[in-house]
Each structure stands twice: as C-alpha cells, then as structure tokens.
C-alpha cells in the first residue's frame, strides 16, 4: 500500500501532518494535482464509503489531500482516481480532539489503512505522533467493524448501526 498526498500548502506548517509524513518517508507529497498517481482518493464529499473492497479490486495506491477545509471540497473534485469518503471515525490531534470526521491527513490515511486491513502500515503512519496512538484506540471499534464488511454499503450500515449506539 502506497500514500501520497496533494499538499495545497494552506495550513501552518509546524502542524502539517502531511509534511510531517514526508520528512519521516511515510508518503509522498506533490505539489502539482497533474503528478499524483492513480489510486483511492479519500475525499471527505465522495458518495460512496471506503470499503475493504477497494482495496481488494487492486487500488492499493492512498490519495488524501491536504489542504484547508475550506477549499477541501473543490480541490478534491479535480483530482483523478476513485474518490472514496472515510465513515464516521474521531480525531484525536490536539487541534480537533474528539470531533467526528474532522481528521487530519495522517489520520485518514491510516483510518483509510485500517479499513483496509493494513494495521501495521496505520500504526507505523500514526507513530510519528505523540497523538497517534490514541486515535487507533477511540476509533477501535469502528475500524474493527469496517474493516470486516463486504462493501460500500455495509460500510454505511455499520456506521448508522454505531452511529445509533452512541
């Protein structure tokens, strides 16, 4: 599984997860929306969920872009290959703690590996930060039950099924 990152370069710098990753030779940042590769795009406005199938249809190239949310929507549209949304998952980084589906781009990528049963690939992504242990142990049960589900929809009655538990 291979992680590569669109970086806009519209966030401070000295909390950029995705820059962070780059320097530790976890992804591969691009500046240029033309030069990322092909692959699953995790797009937070996508229709359709991340599911394990996904990757077994042989997409086992990670796209997330990283960008402020407010051109999240736009910038994610223009870019090629299968745009995915992550489900319900809960941040952890320091600056949006506990809110549902505000993750930053290390977060989704390893929520992203996880659901794709790659959990020493999500773990060794998270490792760099002092934080990311903590968001694979609140987000344990639903990538547990993602990560089993046959598709797209499943994904979704998983989440609504967790969603109504809370």
Same mark, same amino acid.
């Given at each position: %599984? ?26 591969? #940042?691009?500046?240029? %929306?033309?030069?990322?590769?092909? &692959?699953?795009? #995790? ?35 223009? %870019?090629? &290959? ?15 703690? &506990? ?11 390893? &929520? ?25 142990? #609140? ?28």
């Amino acid at each position: %599984m291979e992680c590569h990152v669109y970086y806009e370069g519209d966030d401070d710098p000295d909390k950029c997860t995705a820059r962070r990753l780059e320097q530790f030779d976890k992804a591969t #940042l691009y500046r240029s %929306m033309s030069q990322v590769p092909y &692959g699953v795009v #995790l797009n937070p406005h996508a229709e359709q969920a991340l599911s394990p199938a996904d990757a077994a249809e042989g997409l086992e190239t990670l796209v997330a872009l990283d960008c402020s949310w407010e051109s999240a929507e736009a910038a994610s549209f223009r %870019m090629r &290959g299968v745009h995915r949304a992550l489900p319900f998952l809960v941040a952890a980084n320091p600056v949006n703690y &506990g809110r549902p589906f505000r993750l930053t781009t290390v977060e989704a990528l390893a &929520g992203a590996c996880r659901i794709f049963g790659e959990d020493d690939l999500a773990a060794e992504l998270l490792e760099p930060f002092r934080w990311g242990e903590t968001f694979l142990t #609140l987000n344990e049960e639903p990538l547990r039950r993602y990560s089993e589900c046959a598709d797209s929809s499943a994904v979704v009655a998983v989440q609504e099924d967790y969603l109504a538990d809370e």
